[in-house]
């Protein structure tokens, strides 16, 4: 594969390496005689999130290939380019038109039957239920991380505030009306239904393992500052039967057959093309991703 990034590193006078930003080497990569360029690979970077400037060079480099690999194809089948436009009008490219029509037209993927798709439902099961969903109220006593006296205010106030919760915890609706720093406190200090993943971690950890009814015995610290919170109710997450998923499943078992039949595609024509300067079979990565 030829260098698309020096990563070489001059020496200083002590002989210690210079610190110095991974520059760009002109390729010399080619498909069936068709160069890619150092401009068409730069181009295309922006598209490609990588940990480091030559894994992000890289696919790139494989991605404008298996275009190129694409494209060769459709032309030689004489593909003529027809467009499609979304809802917003916005119309695809005819190289983009010519790659969807030519893998619409070559790569057959079949149908997920009703068998497959309830073979796959018992198989993974866990992943077909709804959430728990938690109702619960809070008061905020806001301070930011970074501001120790604001937070050790906060701490106090709540703890002052969650005594006079416990004698009457019926009136958790008021005392978040008049205390709360949150927007909530509106709606007596209301969160709604909430599931998994709506709030931070630390404010989740203590409010799943609460129960109906059940105040949060302290001041719970979160980057917002300190919460008191009451669980009024826990709806617990229902297995979902499978005449209501087994449309999703059959997609997501469609869209990953086409996945591995283009893959599949693409690795032949990469077999029989001519790739110079590119080890693509040899990548990471896979070819479709």
Request: glycine share 6%; aromatic share 6%.
């Amino acid at each position: 594969m030829t260098t698309l990034i020096d990563n070489s590193m001059p020496k200083l006078a002590s002989g210690e390496a210079a610190k110095v930003d991974p520059k760009p080497v002109s390729p010399e990569i080619f498909v069936n005689g068709v160069e890619i360029t150092l401009e068409d690979i730069q181009q295309e970077i922006q598209n490609h999130e990588a940990s480091n400037p030559g894994e992000a060079v890289a696919n790139a480099t494989r991605a404008l290939i298996v275009r190129e690999l694409l494209l060769q194809k459709a032309n030689t089948l004489g593909i003529e380019a027809d467009p499609m436009s979304d809802d917003q009008g916005r119309r695809e490219t005819d190289e983009d038109a010519k790659v969807r029509q030519l893998l619409e037209q070559e790569v057959d993927v079949p149908r997920a039957g009703e068998e497959e798709c309830q073979r796959y439902y018992e198989q993974h099961i866990y992943r077909f239920s709804s959430e728990t969903i938690y109702e619960a109220r809070h008061i905020l006593f806001a301070a930011g991380l970074d501001d120790k006296d604001a937070r050790e205010k906060a701490r106090a106030k709540a703890e002052q505030v969650l005594a006079s919760v416990k004698e009457a915890p019926g009136r958790f609706g008021e005392f978040a009306r008049e205390f709360s720093q949150c927007p909530s406190s509106k709606e007596g200090g209301n969160l709604g239904q909430l599931t998994k993943g709506q709030t931070v971690p630390e404010f989740e950890t203590v409010l799943f393992a609460m129960e109906e009814g059940q105040i949060s015995p302290t001041p719970v610290p979160t980057p917002f500052g300190y919460h008191l919170i009451q669980l009024d109710r826990v709806i617990e997450g229902q297995q979902l039967p499978f005449e209501h998923v087994k449309t999703k499943i059959a997609a997501y078992l469609e869209a990953s057959s086409w996945s591995r039949a283009v893959a599949q595609y693409i690795g032949i024509l990469a077999g029989a093309a001519e790739i110079k300067g590119f080890d693509i079979e040899g990548a990471d990565s896979p070819l479709v991703q």
